[in-house]
């Protein structure tokens, strides 16, 4: 069975990167890193892939004069190395048309919120602000506007009431670390439906129907 060729591309410390390695290095899903790029020299990313003996590319966007020069040499890149999903993995980029043309709904990233709530940067810092019970993390397609994209897979996490950013952030992250793959793997394994902007999944697993309240109901006496 040949495995789904990922091009991940990435701006900072690459712990999704990470997670994504390990999964493929373990045979828990069905795909291979070809390549990984960056815009950024000195991202942890880059370290990880080497590491993993992954091959990698520096790609930096300040040498472009327009976003759309910066995104067909990527593309380029992606095309050379026979990329079949493009991974966003804390690339902190928006991307423009002339990937989408290239990939159509076969790019994907993470976002550490449930969109389509708090979409944009500093999530955390809004989710506590406006009072939220509950963040998370969501997994989408990449579309033309900012984390609007149709959504793959969620994890929702609680917000406790001695939460700070850096506490939420890092118990987000861990649910991260678990539902990027488990995407990739549903792609892989073709179990992916677009209807609209709903993303069904072809799975024998039936989804729970039991709601999660925060904080939680009090025991029957």
Known sequence: MNKL??????????????SIIDRCHDNSIDAEIVVVISNNQDAGALQRAEKAGISTLCIDHRTFAAREDFDREVVAALQAAQVELVVLAGFMRIISQVFLDAYPQQI?????ALLPSFPGLHVQKKALEYGAKFSGCTVHFVDGGVDTGAI??????????????DSLAARILEQEHKIYPQAIQLIAQNKLRIAGRRVQVTSSQEPTEQGLINPPLPLAD
């Open 5 to 18: 060729r990922l091009g991940i591309l990435a701006s900072g410390g690459g712990t999704n990167l990470q």
């Open 108 to 112: 994907i990233n993470i976002h550490p």
């Open 152 to 165: 793959i897979t969620q994890a929702v996490v609680p917000i406790l009431d001695d939460d700070t950013e």
